[in-house]
């Protein structure tokens, strides 16, 4: 099987485990990696080289798109509703489901819910590839175990995730990379 991510010899100033030496992996349909590493050990920064954000400073990074990025920022419209977010969701995959209060602002929210809501429309159906940066920052044990159901099934599907956290993951099938 292709890989969905390839990264060979790798190395970038703010990932302190390529300073040592030049990080190479790559990640299959049905598989899961988490990145771990304390603060500031450059999870993040590996997470947008690979999204684009960011240029790859030596080695090689390639992605089969599409793909969906959720970085740490929010990036949401604060002066929108809940119901505007969610019609945007729906455009995109064709459902979206919420229990938060549709003509609540967005800047009315709690962080877990925003957190959810952008959740929402990473998770897509139609994306092979999901990168998510500290997914589970923010939200309720419900909204958590919620995350990592959908993560199992996406990969029963054929799905990969690269995921940034600090949490256990509790995935039964997953590699983890220490950074």
């Given at each position: 099987?292709?890989p969905?991510?390839?990264i ?29 590493g ?10 947008r ?9 030596q ?6 798109p ?10 949401l ?6 119901l ?16 938060l209060p549709?003509?609540r602002?967005i800047?009315?929210l ?13 998770l ?12 589970t920052?923010?939200l ?5 175990q919620?995350?990592?159901n ?7 599907q ?5 995921i ?14 220490q950074?």
């Open positions: 099987m292709t969905i991510i390839n060979c010899a790798l190395q970038h100033d703010y990932i302190a485990a390529t300073k040592m030496r030049p990080l190479s992996f790559s990640i299959k349909g049905g598989e899961c990696v988490v990145l771990k304390g603060n500031g050990t450059g999870k993040s920064t590996l997470l080289l690979i999204a684009g954000i960011l240029p790859v400073e080695g090689t990074i390639s992605v089969t599409p793909f969906s990025y959720l970085g740490a920022e929010f990036g419209k604060e002066s929108a509703t809940v505007h977010y969610q019609r945007f969701i729906t455009a995109l995959n064709g459902i979206c489901e919420t229990i549709l003509h602002p800047n009315n709690s962080s877990g819910q925003k957190l959810s809501l952008r959740l929402q429309s990473a897509r159906p139609d994306r092979k590839l999901w990168i998510l940066d500290e997914p920052r923010f309720d044990q419900t909204a958590i919620h995350l990592w959908c993560i199992g099934l996406h990969q029963e054929g799905g990969a995730t690269l940034a956290s600090h949490d256990d993951v509790p995935i039964t099938h997953h590699t983890t990379i950074l």
